[in-house]
């Protein structure tokens, strides 16, 4: 296995040695394609750079003259670098490393943090302070808008589709540079900003409630979380629409949530503009829905719920109960500004995706394959012969497919340490074989923690589910257990009686929707897939973060 080069490989920082597959697995879940890491990945490590340098807790000072230090692809997989992530924890007066390992790795058993030279900057903190003011006073997030503008600028300005194979490429592989690193940046700043809000608001709830868990009650039902509109959306179409009307109510959601898919940021994303037939699929598996589970029914449910909680704790608090109140109204207004940002850089990928498509169309007519993930398999400079000349490239195809299989059937460390493995990734022949689904049983009566994700409890049959785009997978109250999940797993939520995913942390898709959408869930529960049996009874706390296989 070891004889296998990816061409998107990059070379581990030897300054911040620790990088994990946690979040930045939402993103990228599977092995990374060449073409689309030529493309975004140096403008994606640009964009990291700027809204890490605009939030203060990192400086130009911190990075070292590698190409990548923030992200970076090792065995074909994407990874983040979480020791220059925890220097947010170390910068930040009143966070630590241990608080945004749990922010965004969940319960991972990763390295325990150790204190280096040069991690506490004085100049750093200064600038993070200021940004945690503006973040906690804001009441706004004009930046969301001017993404928006972005986005729809960048797809006005796209050639057209009969426009030359020249500039439809030039205007994926170079005019995408500013406005991916731009978007990347924005989205960047947006999260951060929504950590520090939600850990203002965990810290709170922590020294004067006495249960930091209740952040995740009180932010339950936020309203207003732009990935959960396509669920709303489904359906209403799929038991609220008059038969006659469904094709041009189907159309104009299309135009609304078109942009939307499984695996929506990689150019080989199946949006849902371009692939209907799995939003159709999707709404197919809303009709056996009872009117117990519409999205109003759920709503009202979580807003009883999240009224009880606030009562409680604002009789506690007394004259503490308005401070309160503005943390929570805070950390709604970050939980929705990262997923509306999020939004944005998925409709640039999709402009992206439509010109990639129509030169795959063009090639495969010359005699190139026809599968349209294939010539991902390619580099910049091969996909340019390519488009001109695709037969010759073939075997090209055909080889790096193999390798592209081999790493798959592989199962990606979550964490390393590069100085580990004398600078860098563990080598492939230590990576374990990817298991088979439920062949690592546990018991009846087996008990597992992970992290409260959406408070709630639910008992029902367990069903794996590794594919968003097949939404038959799943019948109603079934308890959904998902390896990870990004905003195209959505729809299958408001099937499931309950979420349990193997990677996922405060500032995961999975949670920030389970809550929108009042969904029981619980993340992080390590190799559930695997331990726990499709339709075996199992029963979840999110509030407590704990899964129970029942019989």
Known sequence: MNEIVWPSDNQPSARWPLYTRGNIGEVYPEVVFPLEWAIAGQPSEAGW??????????????????????????????????????????????????????????????????????????????????????????????????????????????????????ALWRYISIDVNDVWAEMIAGHVANTMQATISAGALTDFCEKHLGDPNLAIALTTGIGDVVSAGPARAMWRLANETEPERFDSEFSNFLTEFGHRGPNEFSIGGRDWASYPEVALAAIDAMRALGPNRSPAQQDQEVET???????????????????????????????????????QVIRVSQTLRHLYLELHRRAAAKGGTKDPLLPLLLTCEEFERYLSDPKPLLPTIDRRSQDYSALASLNPPFAFDANSFGGSFP?????????????????????????????????????????????????????????????????????????????????????????????????????????????????????????????
């Open 305 to 343: 719920a999240n009224r009880k909680a606030l009562q409680a704790a604002h009789k506690k608090l007394g004259r503490r109960s308005k401070k309160l109140d503005k943390a929570i109204a805070n950390a709604a207004l970050w939980s929705r500004a990262r997923e509306e940002s999020k939004d």
């Open 49 to 166: 750079r700027r809204g890490a340098i605009e939030i203060g807790f990192l400086t130009e000072a911190d990075f070292d003259d590698q190409d990548f230090n923030l992200v970076g692809v090792f065995g074909g997989y994407a990874y983040f670098n979480a020791s220059l992530m925890r220097l947010l924890g170390v910068r930040t007066p009143g966070l630590s490393p241990g608080l945004i390992d749990k922010q965004f790795l969940g319960e991972a058993d990763v390295p325990a943090y150790l204190k280096k030279p040069g991690d506490r900057n004085i100049r750093a903190t200064a600038n993070v302070i200021r940004s945690a003011l503006r973040t906690l006073r804001a009441t706004s997030v004009p930046r969301v808008e001017a993404m928006r503008q972005a986005a729809d600028a960048f797809k006005a300005k796209a050639p057209g589709l009969d426009d030359s194979d020249e």
């Open 427 to 551: 080598p492939l022949d230590q990576w374990e074989k990817r298991p088979e689904i439920g062949s690592q049983v546990a018991p009846v009566g087996t008990r597992f923690a992970g992290s409260p994700g959406a408070p709630g409890t639910a008992r029902g049959p367990a069903r794996i589910v590794t594919d968003p785009g097949d939404p038959s997978a799943i019948e109603p109250g079934d308890i959904l257990i998902a390896p990870l999940t990004d905003p195209a797993w959505t729809p299958l939520f408001l099937v499931a009686g309950g979420v349990v995913v193997e990677v996922g942390a405060a500032m995961s898709h999975s949670m920030i929707v389970s809550r929108e959408l009042g969904i029981p869930c619980v993340v992080g529960v390590d190799a559930a897939t695997l331990k726990i049996a499709d339709g075996s009874i199992i029963e979840i706390d999110g509030q407590a973060g704990t899964v129970r296989i029942a019989e």
